[in-house]
């Protein structure tokens, strides 16, 4: 676990201090990945390794309720997520990433003044949850049916590695599955889609799809690629929910291709 920042500010009331995966040198362009519901930082034991060799500083914070990160009974409301990991990471980064609950932290961040990214990757986001029936449903499906071997996850997911699968166990085995349920759920309803454009407005963004995602339709595709342009959605068509797992190169390339951008290159 990283320790504290020496003589940092006074951590706020109810937050706890996140673990987080780092690879890279400290000083190189930071990139930060924050990971979607039932997941860890294991969620980029593959991604985090390649953008080091691109020359990327990468940070991986653990939810509360997720990895190693503390279990406390309550505290999964959004603003005290986002206080969380306010403790643990700067405002300011080069490249910030959320995979589908972690896009709509990164997301929320952004519009709440929390993360000041220099660029914005939004992997698959959970930008809209219409009830809190949905996602706990989604949570008991895969609490009951998701395989807890990694011969059993590779036939469900071929893209990924060994590790990325071992990766996945251990996330299952890890997290709290009432913390979960109060996060995912029990912060819904909410609707980011009208705040697309805003977003996009602040810093390159893109948005990071697979052919075909349950949480964000067809429709709304449309839609996003009217309000914020043709350039800004990135499908990859053959890739599932964890692109950044079935599609390494993709999602590697979209991320340099974010940073030269915010850096005028």
Request: glycine share 10%; net charge neutral.
């Amino acid at each position: 676990m990283t320790p504290a920042t020496p003589g940092g500010p006074a951590p706020e009331p109810g937050t706890v201090w996140l673990n987080r995966a780092s690879w890279g040198r400290p000083g190189d362009p930071l990139v930060v990945c924050l990971h979607g519901i039932t997941s860890n930082a294991s969620s980029w034991t593959d991604a985090g390794p390649r953008l080091a060799e691109l020359g990327f500083h990468v940070l991986a914070p653990e939810l509360r309720g997720h990895g190693e990160s503390p279990r406390p009974a309550t505290g999964y409301d959004t603003a005290t997520l986002l206080a969380d990991l306010r403790r643990v990471l700067p405002a300011a980064m080069d490249v910030l990433v959320g995979h589908s609950f972690g896009g709509y932290l990164a997301q929320e961040g952004v519009l709440r003044g929390v993360f000041r990214p220099r660029a914005l990757l939004l992997e698959d986001p959970v930008s809209h949850q219409p009830d809190a029936a949905t996602p706990t449903a989604m949570l008991e499906w895969d609490r009951l049916n998701l395989p807890r071997t990694v011969e059993g996850t590779l036939e469900l997911n071929p893209g990924w590695s060994r590790k990325d699968a071992a990766g996945k166990i251990l996330s299952l085995e890890q997290v709290h599955w009432d913390g979960a349920r109060a996060a995912f759920a029990g912060n819904a309803p909410w609707d980011q889609r009208p705040a697309a454009a805003r977003i996009a407005a602040r810093q390159p963004t893109a948005w990071l799809l697979p052919g075909t995602s349950r949480f964000v339709p067809a429709e709304d595709v449309a839609a996003l690629v009217g309000a914020v342009g043709q350039d800004s959605v990135v499908t990859v068509e053959k890739a599932g929910h964890s692109i950044h797992r079935d599609d390494l190169g993709a999602f590697t390339a979209l991320v340099e291709r974010l940073h030269r951008k915010a850096a005028g290159r």
